[in-house]
């Protein structure tokens, strides 16, 4: 089993919609999450983080934690054409672990 | 600097050939990790450098690749005799402590590629 896994899409979406990425992990231990964003040749850039069970907000972004489950899923609202990248799920330590992204597609 | 710089942004190289990248990392930022991503994959943990301590070099694939980092400034990978499976993006990150409190921010790679 994968320490981080993620469906590696294409998820595809209209305009407008939401979308739903998600992500679990193996190691029960884990205790902090991020999400990166990485546009086709860019680097990936840090759009959230989060720690506590539940959901965060920010902005257009929601992440959600379940540890007991072990997975933590991204919800972009207002889906834009813009959005349209790889997202990619962290578990953090010192050897932070990322998953292989899941390819978003945002139709205009 | 404003950012973490990468050099050079690509490489092309002949097998068998050793290759140096480099890492400048933001300035006073004590955590610096290297990764690999090959081509439609994910981001491979290489190594990582906190401060003065003892780097963590567990995902480095083989004893061709290896990295220094002189305190908390510039960081060297060290490829040698490189291999076809070497191609990918190399990218460099820094951290301003602890990545649990504080995020990665990434340098725009270097692109390698072995012919």
């Known amino acids: 089993q994968k320490e981080v896994e993620q469906n590696s899409g294409p998820l595809s979406v209209p305009e407008g919609a939401i979308a739903s990425l998600n992500c679990t992990y193996s190691d029960r231990g884990s205790q902090s999450f991020f999400w990166y964003r990485q546009y086709s040749g860019k680097s990936p850039e840090l759009i959230m983080f989060?720690?506590?069970?539940g959901d965060k907000e920010d902005g257009r972004f929601t992440a959600q934690l379940n540890k007991a489950s072990q997975y933590v899923s991204l919800l972009i609202r207002d889906s834009q054409p813009s959005d349209s990248a790889t997202y990619l799920c962290?578990?953090?330590?010192?050897?932070?672990?990322f998953g292989a992204g899941t390819r978003l597609f945002v139709k205009a | 600097g404003a950012g973490v710089s990468q050099s050079p942004s690509n490489k092309v190289t002949e097998k068998g050939k050793d290759v140096e990248l480099r890492c400048d990392p933001i300035s006073g930022h004590t955590a610096l990790y290297w990764y690999r991503q090959r081509l439609g994959q994910g981001l491979e943990f290489l190594i990582y450098f906190q401060g003065n301590s003892a780097p963590d070099k567990s995902g480095l694939p083989s004893d061709r690749f290896s990295a220094e980092r002189t305190g908390e400034s510039v960081s060297t990978l060290t490829i040698q005799r490189t291999q076809q499976e070497d191609s990918a993006v190399y990218l460099c990150?820094?951290?301003?402590?602890?990545?649990?409190?504080?995020?990665?921010?990434f340098g725009s790679g270097t692109r390698l590629t072995v012919v």
């Open positions: 990150a820094s951290s301003l402590g602890s990545p649990t409190s504080y995020g990665y921010t």
């Open positions: 989060i720690y506590s069970n």
């Open positions: 962290a578990v953090v330590g010192f050897k932070t672990i």
